[in-house]
């Protein structure tokens, strides 16, 4: 499977990645690899097998609803780029998504 | 799923247009940690108290299922009669935005926890027709609330803001989005639908369903089509705070779509902002496609299996629903306002309680949608806040009924009542304030004869057949009790001094 330069643009995009001409060409035809190793599922994959998203066959794997400490604040904010009144400060949010 | 009565088309320029809306109504749970995590969910606590290294997607950190949470979803799916899937599993979606620190929000895909159920809603038209109208209810799936995020810059609003201050506390909580089918046919409808499901909600005590503070929100799926053709291009409406919103949106958005389409537009798929100061929809953003939130199954996360004996032991827990409180209320006399005012005002079992401790049904109701909501809602407070029980609505009740309070005093005692959070029962606080009514003939008496006595003329008047000046000594008489006066001994007291 071969990805063109404009799909590989579009997924760059999606994760918010800015790739030069270069980068794209030299991105495709690994990204296409991958995709043709992951495809390999395919071969064996029949109509009477399921599709399933854990090797494991576990269900229902549930917690009680039982508050746990958090975290203290100073190490919540340790990661923080740039702290304002105990919060995380970013570049102002664009529409995008709510 | 479609609408057991027509609902009113709108008029346009060029002939009838009719609406068609879709509810997304999104739930907070009140469960007492996240939906992932252990961290408490306690609301207006200090910014990023809440928070660990699961909720802010650290690596390595694994989600687990809050037990309740589930149980509740499946709880709400089932009263709002839906099937609960045997099996369902969680998915990421994927975007950016600062509000939800692992870049992906864990919601539910392909086969959501609950589906295809249905809401009956008891509407009044245009015409003051009463009219019941099924919405199916498509889906209702699990996911996670988002941070909260604080807007600084010159305006303080999104727009123009500089940057923007996020607060994670909130980010995790449980979150059910609900969707109905597009079965809504008018804005009345509409705001009966979230009226219901937010009744429904509280009924069960999975949420306080709160629209002013965001525990209950809901977005509006609105487009128009000429009778009998197709669906439109719809647009989803956002930032409706209130019920009263909902409705003023809907409105507007119809219109709007109607004149764009008559006047030969298009309507263009995008989320519109509701502006409830201007009272306007305006673009918020193009609408993404689908495809662009890369949906995939989580595989930090393994399938809900709900097996029958699960799902039937939460149907057994349901309780009395909304809709079957207010028909038991109607069928012992109350009107249906006041089954309505009852219900959705969180009276019920104070109601029900006054009720079993021998009060008449109808007396109780009264007092509960009048005095009692008037009183409980000026001091901001429910009727378990102020320590208010059926016992006392209904001692309140008797105590009027044999003449010890009027119906004004008993105003006064309710007040103290709910003054001392009910550590005072009525009778006591009637006793202790001296509120009781002075129906004693021979203290009353006294006082006529004063009231008689001091004012010749009005008694002259009286005489002369201006019957109305009674009026005024009866007002002279309770002035001297304080109010405390029995108005019909009072009455009869007066006319007979008057006659002799």
């Not at chain 2, 007492?32 to 910014?47: E, H, L, Q, Y």
């Not at chain 2, 104070?350 to 021998?358: I, R, S």
Request: proline letters at 5%; aromatic letters at 4%.
């Amino acid at each position: 499977m071969s990805l063109s330069p404009d799909e590989v643009r579009h997924v760059a995009g999606l994760a918010r990645l800015a790739l030069t001409d270069e980068e794209v060409a030299e991105l495709a035809p690994q990204l296409s690899s991958i995709l043709d190793y992951a495809e390999q599922v395919g071969e064996v994959a029949a109509e009477d097998v399921p599709a399933s998203t854990h090797p494991f066959p576990l269900a229902n794997v549930l917690r009680p609803d039982e508050p746990r400490p958090s975290l203290s604040r100073e190490d919540v904010l340790a990661g923080a780029p740039e702290v304002e009144q105990d919060r995380f400060a970013v570049p102002r949010i664009v529409a995008e998504e709510g | 799923m479609s609408a057991t009565s027509t609902a009113a088309l709108l008029e346009g320029e060029t002939g009838a247009w009719e609406l068609v809306v879709g509810l997304e109504v999104h739930v907070e749970l009140q469960t007492a940690t996240k939906m992932w995590c252990g961290c408490s969910t306690d609301f207006g606590g200090p910014a990023n108290t809440n928070v660990c290294p699961v909720c802010t997607g650290q690596p390595g950190a694994l989600p687990v299922a809050n037990e309740q949470a589930v149980a509740d979803a499946a709880l709400l799916g089932l009263a709002l009669g839906c099937d609960i899937a045997e099996v369902c599993r969680f998915h990421r979606k994927n975007y950016f935005y600062p509000d939800l620190a692992k870049n992906y929000q864990i919601s539910q895909y392909d086969v959501p926890l609950c589906h295809d159920g249905r809401l009956d809603l008891d509407v009044t038209t245009d015409e003051g027709e009463q009219v019941t109208r099924r919405v199916g209810i498509e889906r209702l799936h699990m996911e996670e609330d988002t941070g909260k995020s604080l807007h600084v810059g010159e305006s303080g609003r999104l727009h123009g803001a500089e940057k923007s201050l996020i607060d994670y506390n909130r980010c995790g909580i449980p979150l059910l989005e609900i969707v109905s089918d597009p079965d809504i046919r008018d804005p009345e409808t509409a705001q009966a639908y979230l009226r219901e499901l937010q009744a429904i909600v509280r009924t069960l005590g999975v949420s306080d369903a709160r629209m002013e503070e965001g525990s209950i929100r809901c977005d509006a799926n609105v487009s128009v089509r000429r009778p009998g053709e197709e669906l439109g291009t719809r647009c989803e409406i956002k930032n409706l705070n209130s019920v009263r919103s909902l409705g003023r949106a809907v409105r507007y958005e119809a219109r709007r779509q109607i004149d764009v389409l008559e006047a030969g537009g298009e309507i263009v798929m995008e989320t519109r902002h509701w502006d409830e100061g201007r009272g306007v929809t305006e673009t918020l953003r193009r609408k993404e496609s689908v495809t662009d939130y890369r949906y995939f199954p989580d595989p930090d996360l393994v399938e809900i299996h709900s097996s029958r004996a699960w799902v039937e032991q939460l149907r057994a827990r349901l309780p009395e629903l909304p809709a079957a409180s207010r028909a038991r209320l109607q069928q012992a006399g109350l009107s249906a306002e006041q089954a309505a005012t009852i219900v959705a005002g969180g009276l019920l079992a104070l109601h029900d309680e006054a009720v079993a401790a021998g009060a008449e049904p109808v007396a109780v109701a009264n007092w509960c949608t009048g005095e009692v909501t008037g009183q409980l809602s000026s001091a901001a407070l429910t009727p378990a806040e102020a320590g208010l029980t059926g016992a006392h609505v209904a001692e309140l009740v008797a105590l009027i009924d044999d003449g010890t309070l009027s119906t004004k005093l008993a105003k006064d005692v309710l007040a103290g009542v709910i003054e001392e959070r009910g550590a005072v029962p009525p009778a006591e606080v009637a006793e202790q304030r001296g509120l009781q009514q002075v129906s004693d003939e021979g203290e009353l008496q006294g006082i006529v004869d004063e009231v008689v006595a001091a004012n010749p003329e009005t008694v002259e008047a009286i005489r002369g057949g201006n019957d109305k000046a009674i009026g005024a000594l009866v007002g002279q008489v309770m002035k001297a009790t304080r109010g405390q006066a029995d108005p019909k001994k009072t009455n009869e007291l007066l006319r007979a001094a008057i006659e002799a």
